[in-house]
C-alpha cells in the first residue's frame, strides 16, 4: 500500500463561463492535460452560491450555465504549484483552492472519463 502527499486544486466556476470562446472548464482540462498533470475532473453541480449570495436552482430538464461547475486536479505539489498562475490567468472570477490529501493509491489504468459527461 502507497500513501504519498499531493496537493488538491480545486476551481469553482460557472457552467457558462468562458475562455475565448469556449467553456471555461473545458480550456482548464485541456491545458492542465497539456501540463502533464496526472488527471483532472469537472463536475457539474446542482446547486451553489458564490459571491453574491444568490442560490442557482436550475430545473432538471433546463441548464442556464449559472450550474456550479468544480474542477478538480490532483499532483504532485510542485507540478500543481507550477500549473496555478495558468487557473489564475483563466478563472479570473472562479474560486480558487488549494489543499494537501494523501493519495493512497495512484491508479494508471483507468480510462479517460474526466470530460465526457460535460460535452
Not at 25 to 39: P, T
Not at 81 to 101: D, S, Y
Request: net charge positive; charged share 20%; hydrophobic share 45%.
Amino acid at each position: 500500500m502507497v500513501w504519498q502527499a499531493e496537493l488538491q486544486l480545486s476551481i469553482f466556476v460557472r457552467a457558462g463561463d468562458t475562455y475565448a470562446g469556449r467553456p471555461l472548464h473545458h480550456e482548464i482540462i485541456d491545458r492542465a492535460r497539456r501540463a502533464g498533470l496526472r488527471g483532472a475532473t469537472a463536475i457539474r453541480g446542482l446547486q451553489g452560491f458564490g459571491a453574491s449570495g444568490n442560490v442557482g436552482r436550475p430545473g432538471l430538464a433546463t441548464l442556464t450555465g449559472r450550474e456550479p461547475v468544480l474542477i478538480e486536479v490532483t499532483d504532485e505539489a510542485d507540478r500543481v504549484r507550477a500549473f496555478l498562475p495558468t487557473v489564475e490567468q483563466l478563472a479570473a472570477g472562479g474560486l480558487i483552492t488549494l489543499k494537501t490529501v494523501t493519495a493512497r493509491r495512484v491508479a494508471t489504468d483507468l480510462p479517460d472519463i474526466a470530460t465526457s459527461a460535460l460535452t
